[in-house]
């Protein structure tokens, strides 16, 4: 059998070996997989420094560090406590935010996974958020937390024209895997978490994402922001808790940035559609300044008018994309409010969604697919919640496929490339066990032709004595 046919029955049989065998545990193939999460799913630690400033019982609680988000004791019983820690602060001048004089904040987690998986740090059922996709898709492949499997988790009261630092240990990061491992990153993103990834990715060139990003998996992302996020500076972000007085958690989350990041964007909804309405005024996505003025909420237009072109849903990711979505879960269209009063919602009107992200922001991601050379595939599950999706055995079970195509696609390339190499190699030895084979031949003509002195025929023969070589 020839070289080139014993490597084709050999590559065929790999491929089809791969295709029927279930993937090994320790394989060394498994893309690296780091996670990015949505809105409210990393922890948030305080620490306060001038107790004098605030509550005596919020300074008995946060002399040193302490769990932020999520502490359901504080955010239940010392509501004005955790207002006081979560709350920020704008400057108009810098265009940015800060933490209140004497309160410290951290993100913990960054590299690791635990801090994803629960958002309590003692691990209460109720703060579960990615712990069983980590639990039925990763663990059982012979990933290991914080080396090929890691969690990039953020301060997600911030929006990303304030996440420089972060976007740095992001791409470091995924870099330390790609060399660790020699296989390209998987980035797994859920929720806001897509449209950070996004962002990041839309800064990095075409030859970066090519040599480092498998693909980009997006789990319920809000390309397009999403009307629920207008409770941030209404009625107080619904946490569908209700020992929570969401209304007094609104003090802070007015605050935050990456509210007026989230709100529905321009281009997704029409000129004439309502998302707010109090008595006879009506508010649309071209109102924004009028809607604040109403809220009496002027750092809140200035954060919106920072981060609304933030959102480049015109531009492509660049990557292999998986856009993977729940739908036909009600998902408020717009609120009702009595007359310039925002507190307490008259009605909610409902449309396509995931119950939180409406469809039309879900979908946003089929676009990119006649913008960027790199496929974009679109699933979707029916009736899967915005957040619970993540716990859906049909997601759990389609991701974990996934996860094993690619790494049989890498092992399978890896076998092409060594298959090239020893091809190359045995080519190499053929050409030079020729050039051997004509330099011998050359030396036994060249000694049929010019005998060697001590052959004793150089004083004989006449012809070579007159200088005729050829006799």
Sequence with gaps: MSLHSSKAVL????????LASPLPPSSRFKPPVILIPGF??????????????YYEHCANRASDWTTLWVNVHLMDNYVDCWDDLAKLKYDKQTHTTSNPPGVHTRIPGFGNTTTLEYLTPNRRHYSIY??????????PLGYKRGVDLRGAPYDFRKAPNEMQQYFE??????EEMYHETSQKVVMLSHSMGSNIAHYFLIRQTQEWKD???????????????????????????DLK?????ILKMREAEETFPSFAYMLPSRGLWAPEEVIIQSGNASFTVYTYKE????????????????TKDLIQYDVAPGVFLHCITGNNVSTPEGFFFPENDFRQVLRTSYGDGDGTVNQRSLDLCLQWGGLQ?????YETFDNAEHVHILQNANFTSYLKELIIDITNENELDSQNLLGHVELEKAEEETRMASLFREMLWGRALSRSRFPREDDGQWSTNPFWSHGDIYG
């Excluded at 630690?45 to 001038?50: F, S, T």
């Excluded at 990615?130 to 663990?139: K, N, R, Y």
């Excluded at 240990?169 to 995924?174: G, M, P, T, V, Y």
């Excluded at 050379?373 to 595939?377: A, K, M, N, T, Y």
């Design 241 to 245: 808790e209700d020992a929570f007085d």
């Design 169 to 174: 240990n992001l791409r470091e990061h995924i």
């Design 130 to 139: 990615m712990a069983t996709m980590i639990e039925a898709v990763f663990l």
């Design 211 to 237: 040599r480092h990003i498998e693909t980009l998996v997006s789990v319920s992302g809000a390309w397009g922001g999403t009307v629920k996020a207008l409770q941030g500076f209404t009625t107080g972000y």
């Design 291 to 306: 809607l604040f003025e109403a809220l009496n909420l002027e750092d809140g237009y200035n954060m919106y008018l920072d």
């Design 373 to 377: 050379e790199q496929e974009v595939r």
């Design 11 to 18: 590559g065929l049989l790999f491929l089809t070996v791969a």
């Design 40 to 53: 409210g799913g990393s922890q948030i630690e305080a620490k306060l420094d001038d107790a004098e400033l």
